[in-house]
């Protein structure tokens, strides 16, 4: 599904030159529920943003179901993006004074034909999630651990072959940081090609496969 082959990332600020990613190279099979493991600066998140279509590299090859990531135009990734992941951040990012189902809706605005059924499907995302009675709670209403999960709503409401996770837990408690990766457990045996970057070794263990991340490069 996801073929990745020695993809660098290079920044340059005032002519110094930094080599984030030094020849990444990895594969991940659909329905494959992978962790990318590394300490801060390790390159972690950048491989995500690359995977996500977020950012491009510098250097590499990227193919997704064939389609080689890397030749297409700024539009035709947005649609690629919107289509094929779901995204969870650490940070969460919802509109703190909008309802929970109007955050887990948002991405709908950006697709090219509103679903009839949105907002059906967003209540039972809600559901599944523990939230069915938080629907109409603002965001800044919400613990942490129910920001994340209707974050997590948020990400499959275009129903994405992938999920993309970015430190998930970072921002939770222990107990709330067990529930969340219970849900993507849960996701996973529904089907979901799942990836998620970590520093949590605790969190990473519940994949799969584990990828670790060391100054730009794949360890073993």
């Known amino acids: 599904m996801i073929n990745i082959k020695d993809i660098r990332k290079t920044y340059m600020k005032t002519s110094v030159e930094t080599n984030v990613l030094r020849g990444v190279t990895f594969s991940v099979q659909r329905g494959e529920y992978v962790a990318i493991m590394g300490a801060s600066g390790s390159g972690k998140s950048t491989l995500m943003n690359i995977i996500g279509c977020l950012d491009k590299p510098t250097n590499g090859q990227f193919e997704l179901d064939n389609i080689n990531v890397l030749q297409l135009d700024d539009d035709a990734l947005?649609?690629?993006r919107n289509k094929k992941f779901g995204f969870v951040f650490q940070q969460f990012f919802l509109l703190e004074r909008t309802s929970s189902i109007d955050n887990v809706l948002l991405p709908l605005i950006y697709t090219d034909k509103y679903p009839a059924d949105a907002t059906q499907r967003a209540r039972k995302l809600?559901?599944?999630v523990g939230l069915k009675d938080r629907t109409e709670y603002h965001a800044n209403e919400l613990s942490g651990g129910q920001q994340q999960r209707v974050a997590i709503a948020r990400s499959l409401i275009?129903?994405?072959?992938?999920?993309?996770?970015?430190e998930p837990t970072g921002n939770l408690d222990s107990e709330n940081a067990a529930e969340i990766v219970e849900i993507f457990s849960r996701l996973h045996k529904e089907g979901r090609t799942i990836i998620v970057v970590t520093?949590?070794?605790?969190v990473a263990e519940h994949a799969q496969r584990i990828l670790?991340?060391?100054?730009?490069q794949l360890k073993g």
């Open 199 to 202: 520093h949590d070794r605790t």
């Open 158 to 166: 275009n129903d994405p072959d992938i999920i993309l996770a970015d």
């Open 78 to 80: 947005s649609a690629l």
């Open 212 to 216: 670790e991340l060391k100054d730009g």
């Open 126 to 128: 809600l559901d599944d």
